[in-house]
C-alpha cells in the first residue's frame, strides 16, 4: 500500500523518511551552492526534492532550521583529523584546511547560517550536538601533543582549538583580512605558546 503523503515521518533505515531527508538535504546543497545560503527557500527546495513543503515544514519547522541541519550534518563529513607527528605541523594543517574549507560555498554558507540564524531549542541542540562532536575530535591534536610532551599535562583541548578557530572565524566573516601561511604560521605559535603560559586548569581557577 502506498504510504500517503501527509503521513508521519517513519524512522527506519532505507524508509520512505530517510528518502525524503537524503532528497530534501541534496537539494539544499545544490540550491546553497548556486544561489547562496540567504537565497535558499522552502518552495525551491520542495521542487528540486520532489517532496511536499509541508512535509518539509512537518520535519524541520522553519527554513532556518532546514538548513543547519543539512549544513552540519554536511559539514560533519569534512575537516578530516591530521595527524604528521607534531603539535605545530597538526595545527596547521587543520586551520589551512579550515580556511579552504570556509572559502568554498559549503563552509561560507555553513558560518554565515551560524552566525544569523536565530535560536530556537532544535537549533540549539544541532549546534552544539555539532560542536561537541568537532571538539571530540579535534582533541586527538592536543592529547597526541600532549603525550609527546609538546604540551602541558592540563591543557584543554578545548580552550586550545577555540584559540585556534576564533581568529579564523573572524577574519573571515568579519574583517575580510587575508588567512595566508605567514597568517596560520602566526596563529599556531601563538596557540601553542599560550598553552604552555597559562594552562586551562589554572587559568580556570582565576
Same mark, same amino acid.
Given at each position: ?44 527546495? =520542495? ?39 607534531? /603539535? ?11 580556511? =579552504? ?7 561560507? =554558507? ?9 535560536? =530556537? ?72 605558546? /599560550? ?12
Amino acid at each position: 500500500m502506498t504510504e500517503p503523503e501527509n503521513a508521519a515521518p517513519q524512522r527506519r533505515p532505507g524508509g520512505r523518511a530517510a528518502k525524503v531527508t537524503e532528497a530534501v538535504h541534496r537539494a539544499v546543497l545544490e540550491a546553497v551552492t548556486e544561489q547562496g545560503v540567504e537565497n535558499v527557500g522552502i518552495p525551491d527546495i =520542495s521542487r528540486r526534492a520532489g517532496v511536499r513543503d509541508s512535509s518539509i515544514y512537518r520535519r524541520w519547522g522553519t527554513r532556518e532550521n532546514l538548513v543547519l541541519d543539512v549544513l552540519l550534518t554536511a559539514s560533519e563529513r569534512t575537516l578530516p583529523l591530521p595527524d604528521t607527528g607534531t /603539535a605545530h605541523g597538526d595545527l596547521t594543517a587543520f586551520a589551512t584546511a579550515l580556511i =579552504s574549507y570556509l572559502e568554498t560555498p559549503l563552509g561560507d =554558507s555553513l558560518a554565515r547560517a551560524l552566525a544569523y540564524v536565530t535560536d =530556537s531549542e532544535e537549533i540549539t541542540e544541532a549546534r552544539n550536538t555539532f560542536w561537541e562532536t568537532r571538539y571530540r575530535a579535534n582533541q586527538q591534536i592536543v592529547e597526541r601533543a600532549v603525550e609527546r610532551g609538546e604540551l602541558p599535562p592540563d591543557t584543554d583541548a578545548r580552550q586550545a582549538i577555540e584559540l585556534l578557530i576564533a581568529p579564523i572565524h573572524f577574519r573571515h566573516l568579519l574583517t575580510r583580512q587575508p588567512a595566508d601561511a605567514a597568517f596560520v604560521e602566526r596563529l599556531v605559535t601563538h596557540v601553542i605558546g /599560550a598553552m604552555h603560559s597559562v594552562p586551562a586548569k589554572r587559568a580556570r581557577r582565576t
